[in-house]
């Protein structure tokens, strides 16, 4: 078990708390919760329940699916989250510009 042993090491090598964040709580966290069913091998970081990516807007939606045309493979762990932090970061970046525009306002 490499694997969660280096995981769990990388987690725990932010120093502080850290939430992962997925699509599916019922498809991705139990594989989490698989890796470290055994007692006392779950990271002391943490959380014990992720974020769920819900996003019901267009930019968020067409940067996913724009990335899955860009040759990233659905339903691939590796490239959903890809997917999934592209699609964030582009709705992230779209919020933050509209609250600048409001706050910058004449």
Known sequence: MAQNTALRAWIEGFGK???LACDSEAWDWRWIQKLYATPN???INLAQKPDILKF???VFNEAVEDA????LRQHHDLDDAKANRLGWLASYVLATLTVLAIYFQD
């Open 17 to 19: 708390p850290v939430t």
């Open 41 to 43: 091998q779950w990271p």
């Open 56 to 58: 019901n807007d267009e």
């Open 68 to 71: 899955f045309k860009q040759g």
